[in-house]
């Protein structure tokens, strides 16, 4: 791997099929981008319609080398999971790139369509949803990958089992860090399944490190707070890498060949805000297997989606 890898490195990705949540903006449309111009057919999946289309617009304007079109998707409502599920499987044989990267950050509490904590419902539960609704398509695409966003902010988390929904006592702060650290045991047990069940796929982590995004401040103006919209704006001006730099970290986990399963990748400087993507650790907790196997049976209970039958049910992809 090049020690400043960037998307000069991709490989052509001509014939590839990817999904990229929250693709409108920020990390997922320069993540979208760079693959429609190294040759994959990408799916925007949004849950805002004309921003969803815009963004779609607009990589065509760039007249990337492969083609990108819009699918509606709201994480934070499970049926609309599962109708974006059922209508990608009547138009794609294939998947090979799924990227779970949408999410919300430190919002006043909000609830989901189905009830779940809005940072925990939409970033966790939506993608584990998502991701085991299209897996009969992902387990017969060959070498298939599943990249899940996480963040730096994982460290601070804790899988609070007594009150997953924080309905005692919310933490804006607390649930997107739980949500985050959920990514990773997500991710991790994942690959888990993939090896056991004799699969070519592979499930990987990545995180952006402090990117300029517009995600940071979405929390401070759903409280109204002027100061804190101010500040965040001074914090993405002075200490924030461009999110073209902070998509790099997703891109390489996606694409690379020397990219493993089970693995996380993130920007190698300083405590891992900003740089060029490197394989990185997590913290203790993400690497926990009863944690994440405990996490794993309560989202199967609150999604309804089971995962181990279609395992059975579907085999696994012939090797390239």
């Known amino acids: ?11 052509d990705l001509t014939g590839k099929i990817a999904i990229v949540t929250g693709a409108n903006s920020g990390l997922g449309y320069e993540t979208a981008l760079a693959l429609a111009q190294k040759g994959a057919q990408v799916i925007v999946a949004s849950r805002d319609i004309n921003k969803g289309q815009e963004a779609v617009t ?10 990108v079109s819009f699918m509606q998707l709201d994480l934070a409502n499970l049926a609309s999971v599962r109708s974006f599920a059922e209508h ?16 919300v950050m430190a919002i006043p509490y909000r609830t989901t369509a189905d009830g779940f904590e809005m940072q925990f419902g939409t970033n966790h539960l939506g993608h584990f949803a998502l991701t085991g609704l299209l897996l009969p398509i992902i387990l017969r695409t060959p070498k298939a990958r599943v990249v899940t966003v996480s963040s730096i902010l994982h460290k601070n988390g804790h899988i609070n089992f007594d ?10 702060d607390t649930a997107y860090s739980q949500s985050k650290l ?21 499930a990987v982590a990545a995180h952006p490190g402090y990117s300029a995004t517009n995600l940071q401040g979405v929390g401070p103006k759903m409280t109204g707070s002027v100061l804190k919209q101010r500040i965040m704006v001074v914090m993405n001006a ?4 461009s999110a073209v730099m902070g998509a790099l970290p997703t891109l390489l986990a996606a694409t690379s ?31 926990s297997e009863p944690t994440a196997q405990k996490l794993w049976k309560v989202s199967e209970e609150l999604t309804g989606v089971q995962y181990e039958a279609q395992f059975h049910q579907q085999p696994a992809a012939a090797h390239a």
Request: charged share 20%; aromatic share 10%.
């Open 1 to 11: 791997m090049a020690d400043n890898w960037t998307t000069d490195a991709m490989l």
């Open 58 to 67: 607009k990589i065509q304007s760039e007249r990337p080398k492969g083609s």
């Open 88 to 103: 990608f499987a009547k138009q794609y044989n294939q998947l090979d790139l799924l990227i779970n990267n949408a999410g």
């Open 163 to 172: 009150d997953l929904q924080a309905k005692n006592n919310y933490n804006q």
């Open 182 to 202: 959920a990514n990773l045991l997500f991710t991790y047990e994942l690959q888990r399944k993939f090896k056991a069940h004799g699969s070519d796929a592979i």
């Open 238 to 241: 002075v200490l924030a890498q």
């Open 257 to 287: 060949p020397t990219i493993h399963g089970g693995e996380y990748v993130g920007p190698k400087g300083f405590q891992e805000m900003r740089g060029y993507p490197v394989v990185v650790k997590s913290n203790t907790e993400s690497y």
